[in-house]
């Protein structure tokens, strides 16, 4: 199958509510012009020079979201365009992205990365120290970045009843958060998780964003 059939079948799997981000990480512009050409335009990147290098090649009106780890020292080279963060594991990252948004006069969006998954080396919040980011700190008070929701990785399995309970964690600290720190600002609605393997349990389970990548571009 072509990548435009691959992305016409998965689409086909996601309700309107649902975002399709393309992970297009190691994959050559040509395979992103072949979705872009079928009308997809949010992909995602996990490497900042492969995202600059990539989002300067290929068409302008591209949404560009960042999905990978992020250092602070790089956040500079894709603050003046990236379209969304969805990696944001500590506060110090998280005014760094402010500073940027300042110096590029923009407000960047951002998730909260939350660790899931029973796998250590997956990055992220706990539960609880994400709580705790919320009753020490208003996020609210970062004038030049939005903090639109959280995003989580499932461990890396088979079985499929762990995977839906830790999605379904993510959505119940979301709601809490939501409920007791963000009801009133309706940019914080997204939750970003659930991948080529586990995207259509992440549905299940309310995520409002999917990040696939390899049921789209093939094996990496
Ligand atoms: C690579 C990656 C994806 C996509 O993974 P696939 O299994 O290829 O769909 C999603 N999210 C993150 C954070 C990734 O690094």
């Given amino acids: 199958m072509s990548v435009a059939e691959k992305l016409e079948e998965i689409r086909k799997s996601i309700p309107d509510h649902v975002e399709l981000v393309a992970v297009s990480k190691t994959h050559p512009t040509g395979l992103v012009r072949e979705a872009y050409e079928v009308g997809q335009r949010v992909f995602g990147e996990n490497k900042v ?125 979301f709601d809490r958060i939501k409920n007791q720190w963000m009801s009133d600002v309706d940019y914080f609605r997204e939750i970003s998780m659930g991948m080529s393997n586990d995207y259509l349990l992440a549905i299940e389970e309310g995520c409002t964003m999917v990040r696939v990548g390899s049921a789209i571009f093939g094996a990496r």
């Fill in 49 to 173: 020079q492969e995202l600059v290098a990539k989002a300067e090649a290929l068409p302008k009106d591209i949404k560009w979201h960042m999905i990978g780890h992020m250092q602070s020292n790089k956040v500079k080279y894709i603050a003046p365009f990236v379209s969304l963060i969805h990696g944001v594991d500590s506060l110090k990252l998280l005014k760094v992205i402010n500073n940027e948004g300042a110096r590029n006069k923009r407000i960047i969006s951002c998730l909260l990365q939350v660790h899931i998954a029973t796998e250590s080396t997956k990055f992220g919040f706990s539960p609880e120290e994400l709580l705790h980011l919320f009753e020490s700190f208003n996020v609210r008070s970062l004038e030049n970045v939005q903090v639109c929701g959280l995003m989580g990785m499932a461990t890396f399995t088979d079985n499929q009843t762990q995977i839906k309970n830790e999605f379904h964690s993510l959505r119940v600290l």
